[in-house]
């Protein structure tokens, strides 16, 4: 089978109602997953890249971003104009506004070795307003590191001082342990159990979210592609040098 043929075929096919039906999802559930979005085959390119990439760095943590994503096969995916008219569409039927140019701020997120627990639940908002994750590869056995989310606390803010100041919040010592301490099933968290290959999606910018670690031993590896910084235009986030 050609490379990225089900995503190809499942995305050309998509009505508007069929976005509508995804943004409702977001809304009520904070996550919406399509099965089977990518093949076993598309996942095999994946992660020979992903072992080829955690090799490379030592058997540690890894994170890589766009530019260096080239015969990954999430390269090809992430120009996809098919993929991207799937987050435009998303954008403006969900957001009720005008979809900006679809860049994405792509990652491939390779979690392994002693670095797991650094990098694993570390509750944060996206900049970007909507998420989509992919697992390429998720442990079989031992630690899963399921997905955590509270979705959709709050609105897109109007400006980005009070983005800044929801992000301070969060980015807090004390916050943090409170909400570790509600991973363990606290009301509101909800436990998604990743499956390779499936496409999650979800308000990145508006939902608490981070992931829970895994055996260092054991690989876990997201490609994730963020879209649409509400305030890529905002006067004050260019001054501070973050525009
Ligand atoms: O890998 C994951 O499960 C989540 C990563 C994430 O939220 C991010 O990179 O912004
Ligand atoms: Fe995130």
């Not at 809304?27 to 955690?54: H, K, W, Y």
Request: net charge positive; with cysteine.
């Amino acid at each position: 089978m050609p490379y990225l043929s089900n995503a190809r075929y499942w995305l050309s096919g998509l009505s508007d109602g069929d976005i509508r039906g995804i943004a409702h999802k977001i809304n009520q559930d904070g996550i919406s997953c399509t099965p089977n979005f990518l093949t076993g085959e598309d996942l095999g390119q994946m992660r020979s890249f992903v072992s080829a990439t955690i090799k490379r760095a030592g058997q540690q943590t890894v994170s890589l971003k766009s530019d260096e994503l080239a015969g990954s096969g999430l390269d090809d995916l992430g120009n996809s104009a098919e993929f991207k008219a799937l987050f435009a569409r998303l954008y403006s039927i969900g957001l009720g506004r005008p979809a900006p140019e679809v860049k994405f701020y792509q990652i491939l997120r390779c979690l392994t070795g002693k670095s797991v627990a650094e990098h694993s639940l570390v509750f944060h908002y996206d900049s970007y307003a909507i998420t989509a994750l992919i697992p390429v590869e998720i442990p079989e056995f031992g630690r899963r590191g399921d997905f955590l989310i509270i979705p959709n606390t709050r609105g897109i803010r109007s400006n980005y001082l009070f983005n800044l100041a929801d992000k301070a919040v969060l980015d807090n010592a004390l916050t943090q342990r409170i909400l570790r301490r509600r991973a363990s099933g606290g009301a509101g968290m909800k436990h998604v159990s990743m499956v390779p290959g499936n496409l999650y999606l979800f308000w990145g910018y508006r939902s608490i979210h981070t992931n829970e670690p895994v055996d260092e031993g054991a690989v876990r590896a997201t490609a994730l592609f963020h879209y649409a910084d509400p305030h890529a235009d905002s006067y004050l986030k260019r001054q501070l040098g973050r525009g």
